[in-house]
């Protein structure tokens, strides 16, 4: 089945506690993102990647890192979380760099809580 | 800058009875526009997309959206909904960022609530 998967789903951590999100997709895509989404702000980019090894900043980096070592892996970096970023986290994929055209693919989503 | 709004937070309507949500963006190119539809405890989906030609656009699901250049508008209806729609509806526009990388920017989102 063509997915995008992230793990965990549900995460809850304390201030300064590095941890990683995984998003890995099974279907080629080339283009992959982190959204987060925060009630009355909708989603907003942190992170997306046009391919392997090349990945540029969203609307909201800050705090967070990305690699994209393979094509099917997007894993994000909180290097020391902080409350603020307690939030709903989507990774998304699309098979070609134009997102514009092609139709991106949401994961699951992954609720961070960081207290 | 680029942006879109989405004007009603929450819409609550009958089964059965008609829907029009409410997407306006601010552009200075010809957008690419799109609606993505989100249940609950779920990822994002795509209802449809416009990016040129006819400004009725269909989508799944029964949904349809009509592009108004005039209006800086791209309302998402349905004739007849069902309590299966009740989820939270974004639409979003995509853009050239300054690295001439295309990106999308999402709204705030509109929940909409089916009664019986």
């Known amino acids: 089945e063509a997915q995008v998967t992230q793990n965990p789903r549900y995460l809850i951590t304390v201030t300064g506690k590095k941890l990683t999100v995984t998003c890995s997709q099974n279907?080629?895509?080339?283009?992959m993102s982190w959204y987060r989404q925060d009630p009355g702000l909708g989603l907003r980019q942190i992170y997306y990647?046009?391919?392997?090894?090349?990945?540029d900043k969203g609307d909201v980096p800050e705090g967070y890192k990305v690699s994209r070592k393979e094509k099917r892996n997007f894993p994000l970096i909180l290097e020391s979380p902080s409350p603020n970023q307690t939030s709903l986290y989507f990774c998304?994929?699309?098979?070609?760099?134009?997102?514009?055209?092609?139709?991106?693919?949401f994961g699951p989503g992954t609720r961070l809580t960081v207290t | 800058a680029q942006s879109v709004t989405q004007p009603d937070i929450h819409i609550t309507v009958s089964e059965g009875a008609s829907l029009e949500l409410r997407c306006n963006y601010s552009?200075?190119?010809?957008?690419?526009l799109f609606w993505y539809v989100q249940s609950p405890g779920q990822g994002l989906q795509l209802l449809l997309k416009?990016?040129?030609?006819?400004?009725l656009v269909q989508g799944i699901k029964g949904f349809e959206a009509e592009f108004k250049r005039s209006q800086s508008s791209f309302n998402l209806r349905k004739p007849s909904v069902h309590w299966s729609d009740a989820a939270e509806y974004f639409c979003?526009?995509?853009?050239?960022?300054?690295?001439?990388?295309?990106?999308?920017?999402f709204g705030t989102g509109t929940r909409l609530t089916i009664i019986p």
């Open positions: 416009y990016f040129s030609g006819d400004t």
């Open positions: 279907m080629n895509h080339e283009y």
């Open positions: 552009y200075g190119a010809t957008p690419y």
């Open positions: 998304a994929s699309s098979p070609g760099r134009t997102i514009s055209t092609y139709e991106q693919y």
């Open positions: 990647s046009m391919n392997v090894e090349v990945t």
């Open positions: 979003a526009v995509g853009r050239i960022s300054n690295f001439g990388n295309e990106k999308l920017t």
